[in-house]
T-cell receptor, first 110, second 112 residues
Framework: RKEVEQDPGPFNVPEGATVAFNCTYSNSASQSFFWYRQDCRKEPKLLMSVYSSGNEDGRFTAQLNRASQYISLLIRDSKLSDSATYLCVVNGGGYSTLTFGKGTMLLVSP | NAGVTQTPKFQVLKTGQSMTLQCAQDMNHEYMSWYRQDPGMGLRLIHYSVGAGITDQGEVPNGYNVSRSTTEDFPLRLLSAAPSQTSVYFC???????????FGPGTRLTVL
């Protein structure tokens, strides 16, 4: 089983839609979790950290399910500017154990 | 703050040539790392450093060397370039193990 798995997509949605991505991880000892956003030919940038109780930042909601070892990202009222690749990142605790998923591509159309 | 800076932005090398990719950060971060990103492979860790004078290997270190003489700088050296090293290289830094990782804009390297 791969360490961090994501559906590569692309997810094609119209503006205003709600879309959700899931990410599964294999290391049950993982300690921290993040969603990063990467625009085409740009560097990844932190979108939000994922907390055990779940957290929200505007139109974005992140959830963590430790029992099933997955995290999710929900985007409400999608905008054209949300089109990007979303990377799931899991930190096992040590420096070298920051593991990136391969990303899920989102395309929002008018 | 400039954040994490990388030079050059683009580079073309011939097989067997050597070169150094530069990375600098002005956030006084202890932790720095180098990744390569290839289509379908995601980001893979090449080398990392937990402070000046301390470096270690990541997932794909072969063919690359690093050094960390100062907190600010973390250059990546390609010893003898091979076509398999054609990739986009990102340098990153963070202040602690649980914190946000900041990436540089990347270097797009082609080895012919």
């Amino acid at each position: 089983r791969k360490e961090v798995e994501q559906d590569p997509g692309p997810f094609n949605v119209p503006e205003g839609a709600t879309v959700a991505f899931n990410c599964t991880y294999s290391n049950s000892a993982s300690q921290s979790f993040f969603w990063y956003r990467q625009d085409c030919r740009k560097e990844p940038k932190l979108l939000m950290s994922v907390y055990s109780s779940g957290n929200e930042d505007g139109r974005f909601t992140a959830q963590l399910n430790r029992a099933s070892q997955y995290i999710s990202l929900l985007i409400r009222d999608s905008k054209l500017s949300d089109s990007a690749t979303y990377l799931c990142v899991v930190n096992g605790g040590g420096y070298s154990t920051l593991t990136f998923g391969k990303g899920t591509m989102l395309l929002v159309s008018p | 703050n400039a954040g994490v800076t990388q030079t050059p932005k683009f580079q073309v090398l011939k097989t067997g040539q050597s070169m150094t990719l530069q990375c600098a950060q002005d956030m006084n971060h202890e932790y720095m790392s180098w990744y390569r990103q290839d289509p379908g492979m995601g980001l893979r860790l090449i080398h990392y450093s937990v402070g000046a004078g301390i470096t270690d290997q990541g997932e794909v270190p072969n063919g690359y060397n690093v050094s960390r003489s100062t907190t600010e700088d973390f250059p990546l050296r390609l010893l003898s370039a091979a076509p398999s090293q054609t990739s986009v290289y990102f340098c990153a830094s963070r202040s602690d193990l649980r914190g946000e990782q900041f990436f540089g804009p990347g270097t797009r390297l082609t080895v012919l």
